[in-house]
């Protein structure tokens, strides 16, 4: 099994950035693709951006392409996602996801975060 805790999120003001950091333990070799997740109360969850074991494959949601980069430590276990220029739209619960698929729907994620909320004011 693998976990994965996410950590950094909070309130953030218009145009400000926040990093978001999800470590894994366990199996961590069934994590070759790691990415982020988010859900707005009301809405589904939905894709945010995602990044292969290399760090040589990366994509992002229309939404945050160009503000958001996904990148990740093999050595620490870690990825992170560097959120800037933030928009009241992006307040959310962000979630780590992890596994062996290429984690663009829900359906292909193996492992969960437990979520961090991240809120933007105007």
């Known amino acids: 099994q693998v976990q994965l805790v996410e950590s950094g999120g909070g309130l953030v003001q218009a145009g400000g950035s926040l990093r978001l950091s999800c470590a894994a333990s366990g199996h961590t070799s069934r994590t070759y693709w790691k990415g982020w997740f988010r859900q707005a109360p009301g809405k589904e969850r939905e894709f945010v951006a995602v990044i292969s074991w290399s760090g040589s494959s990366t994509d992002y949601a229309d939404s945050v392409k160009g503000r958001f980069t996904i990148s990740r430590d093999n050595a620490k276990n870690t990825v992170y996602l560097q959120m800037n220029s933030l928009k009241p739209e992006d307040t959310a619960v962000y979630y780590c996801?992890?596994?062996?698929?290429?984690?663009?729907?829900?359906?292909?994620?193996?492992?969960w975060g437990q979520g961090t909320q991240v809120t933007v004011s105007s």
């Open positions: 996801a992890a596994g062996l698929k290429y984690l663009r729907e829900t359906r292909e994620v193996d492992y």
